[in-house]
């Protein structure tokens, strides 16, 4: 890092009263709807194939490991508001250039994870309709309509995520109660043999399995350039989302096995157990209100998610500063349409769930590692914003925070790595070095200033 750079850090954190949008209220529904997609619909059952009824077990296990992971961030999005999201946190906090333009172009990957909310939607409405005609069309016309709906700006996709949130909440706990009502299998007997089938690598393999539905709310430090108080209303948004997803998640999964068998639960989806406890008008409200809601709100709020921080490397020159232009509402729209048609791809070569959960998965991963890194800074480039934080406590613990974050993370991806198929391993790491040696290549540019991009907002 130049001194020039070095010397300008602080001057990064610029006094700003937003003009944002959002409060608590909101970025809490946006948090809640952007963590509970698809993980909860698709991989409980085959957690129950790796662990047997301990499943509700590994998921609370899961979210309180997701939980230690996001920790860090509570801290920084208390101290300092990110204009661009986790790109803001690299370039402000490390003040690298080289990696700042690495992350800046290979954060396009995010794009992809759109897809396995439409395919997911598919596979819901194939067991709802079997004989189900244009499936690959249905999916097409959910995922276009939310584009459509982010279009008029972040104000329209937050009043839509807030109803459907509260639907989706009273719908996840009518079906743990239900579930709990016919109650069957003795589900917390932890000496039963059907609790742990495969001893302890199998509750960890279903633990990390479900770890990748636990994290999905630290997208809400996304929403800080339209936030009305941001390091108020994000980090309470984070906070409030972790024992929500506890409650729900293990209710859900409470449910799923201690109705039916664990045979014929192991491996399928929620719709099996629904079909047992609920008469037909309350299955299809489970189904619309349920899995179908839980994806439409993680497709809703993905959207501005990564668009965001996207828009922020446009105009600071990483990408072609002509994607950036607005609409009258504020939305970059350019980027948008190209979100869109990047979300359609997988529908149309007809990938199924699995490749695409294993390739965002381990992507994400990827780009994990170098936030990891960021976090760190945060005392020594923001000491006097930091020290003002709502949640401010020593720097000692503060770093210690970070390095257990690091490592689960580490182990997050050692273990993803190794239980996924070399084809996807290898395609999942050549794509993201091709992206971040043009990264790499675009830090050579002069006309990128490092001194001159203002990257962190304090309030």
């Known amino acids: 890092m130049s001194d020039n750079v070095a010397s300008d850090v602080n001057s990064t954190a610029v006094k700003r009263k937003g003009d944002g949008k959002l409060g608590l209220l909101e970025l809490y529904c946006v948090s809640i709807g952007q963590v509970i997609g698809a993980g909860v619909i698709t991989l409980i059952g085959p957690a129950i194939e790796n662990t047997g009824w301990s499943a509700w077990l590994c998921y609370g296990i899961a979210v309180v490991y997701g939980f230690i992971i996001v920790l860090p961030l509570v801290f920084i999005t208390s101290s300092v508001k990110l204009a661009g999201g986790y790109y803001s946190l690299i370039a402000g906090f490390t003040q690298n250039k080289k990696l700042t333009g690495m992350y800046a172009v290979a954060q396009l990957t995010k794009m992809f994870s759109i897809s396995l909310f439409a395919v997911s939607l598919g596979a819901y409405l194939k067991s709802l309709f079997p004989n189900i005609q244009g499936l690959t069309l249905i999916e097409a016309a959910f995922l276009s309509f939310f584009f459509v709906v982010n279009l008029f700006g972040v104000d329209m996709?937050?009043?839509?995520?807030?109803?459907?949130?509260?639907?989706?909440?009273?719908?996840?706990?009518?079906?743990?109660?239900?579930?709990?009502?016919?109650?069957?299998?003795?589900?917390?007997?932890?000496?039963?043999?059907?609790?742990?089938?495969?001893?302890?690598?199998?509750?960890?393999?279903?633990?990390?399995?479900?770890?990748?539905s636990t994290t999905g709310y630290s997208m809400t430090m996304n929403y800080g350039a339209?936030?009305?108080?941001?390091?108020?209303?994000?980090?309470?948004?984070?906070?409030?989302?972790?024992?929500?997803?506890?409650?729900?998640?293990?209710?859900?999964?409470?449910?799923?096995?201690?109705?039916l068998p664990m045979a014929e639960v192991a491996g399928k989806p929620l719709t099996l157990v629904a079909l047992v406890i609920f008469p037909k008008v309350l299955f299809y409200l489970f189904i619309i209100g349920g899995p179908?809601?839980?994806?439409?709100?993680?497709?809703?709020?993905?959207?501005?998610?990564?668009?965001?921080?996207?828009v922020k490397a446009c105009d600071d020159g990483w990408l072609p500063k002509s994607l950036g232009a607005r609409n009258k509402y504020g939305v970059a729209w350019k980027i948008i349409c190209i979100y869109w048609a990047i979300g359609l791809l997988?529908?149309?070569?007809?990938?199924?769930?699995?490749?695409?959960?294993?390739?965002?998965?381990?992507?994400?991963?990827?780009?994990?590692?170098?936030?990891?890194?960021?976090?760190?800074?945060?005392?020594?480039?923001?000491?006097?914003?930091?020290?003002k934080s709502r949640y401010h406590i020593s720097d000692n613990l503060y770093r210690f925070s970070v390095i257990v974050c690091f490592l689960f993370q580490i182990i997050v991806l050692g273990t993803k790595a190794v239980t996924m198929s070399m084809s996807i391993v290898v395609v999942s790491a050549i794509v993201t070095l091709i992206l971040f040696v043009i990264g790499f290549i675009r830090a050579k540019d002069p006309s990128i200033d490092m001194s001159k991009i203002v990257k962190i907002w304090a309030e």
């Not at 069957?184 to 393999?205: C, E, K, L, Q, R």
């Not at 990827?366 to 923001?382: C, D, E, G, H, V």
């Open 292 to 310: 179908i809601m839980a994806l439409l709100t993680t497709m809703n709020s993905s959207i501005p998610a990564n668009s965001l921080a996207m």
């Open 346 to 387: 997988p529908l149309i070569l007809g990938f199924s769930i699995t490749v695409i959960t294993d390739n965002i998965q381990l992507l994400n991963s990827f780009l994990a590692i170098i936030y990891m890194y960021a976090y760190w800074f945060l005392p020594k480039r923001f000491p006097e914003q930091w020290k």
């Open 157 to 212: 996709m937050a009043t839509l995520q807030k109803y459907m949130t509260y639907l989706l909440i009273a719908v996840l706990l009518m079906f743990s109660i239900w579930g709990l009502a016919n109650y069957t299998n003795p589900v917390f007997d932890f000496s039963h043999s059907n609790f742990i089938t495969n001893g302890v690598y199998g509750m960890w393999v279903a633990t990390l399995s479900l770890e990748y």
């Open 226 to 259: 339209v936030s009305r108080n941001a390091t108020r209303d994000i980090p309470r948004a984070l906070l409030l989302s972790a024992p929500t997803i506890l409650i729900l998640y293990c209710g859900v999964a409470i449910a799923d096995t201690c109705v």
